[in-house]
Nanobody, 123 residues
Framework: VQLQASGGGLVQAGGSLRISCVAS????????MGWFRQAPGKEREFVAA????????YYADSVKGRFTISRDNAKNTVYLQMNSLKPEDTAVYYC?????????????????WGQGTQVTVSS
């Protein structure tokens, strides 16, 4: 499966942004999906995950209550709605997929990765 992330950009602190991840090559119906981010000089970190049906989600403490992950399997797309953005949210955001029924929160658990989209939050 190929993943294409888009929708990143520059936004002021307190603003909102929605990024998307479109899959091709396979239907996402049976795939667990996740969003990760990587800031310069830091390791890639978990942001949010959603199970194959969309019935379960999980968030990093740093984004809980501000970010929402969702999916539209008919469109083969996963979204990350980001509200109340902070400068520390600045990073390249990556979507990931794995053929699993579980919620996955670790980088090695995912087999497929998108190319990333840059999100920059100015103070």
């Amino acid at each position: 499966v190929q993943l294409q992330a888009s929708g990143g950009g520059l936004v002021q602190a307190g603003g909102s942004l929605r990024i998307s991840c479109v899959a091709s090559g396979r239907t996402l119906n049976n795939y667990a999906m996740g969003w990760f981010r990587q800031a310069p000089g830091k390791e890639r970190e978990f942001v949010a995950a959603i199970n194959w049906s969309g019935g379960a989600t999980y968030y990093a403490d740093s984004v809980k209550g501000r970010f929402t992950i969702s999916r539209d399997n008919a469109k083969n797309t996963v979204y990350l709605q980001m509200n109340s953005l902070k400068p520390e949210d600045t990073a390249v955001y990556y979507c990931a997929a794995d053929l699993s029924k579980r919620l996955l929160r670790k980088v090695p658990e995912y087999d497929y990765w998108g190319q990333g989209t840059q999100v920059t939050v100015s103070s």
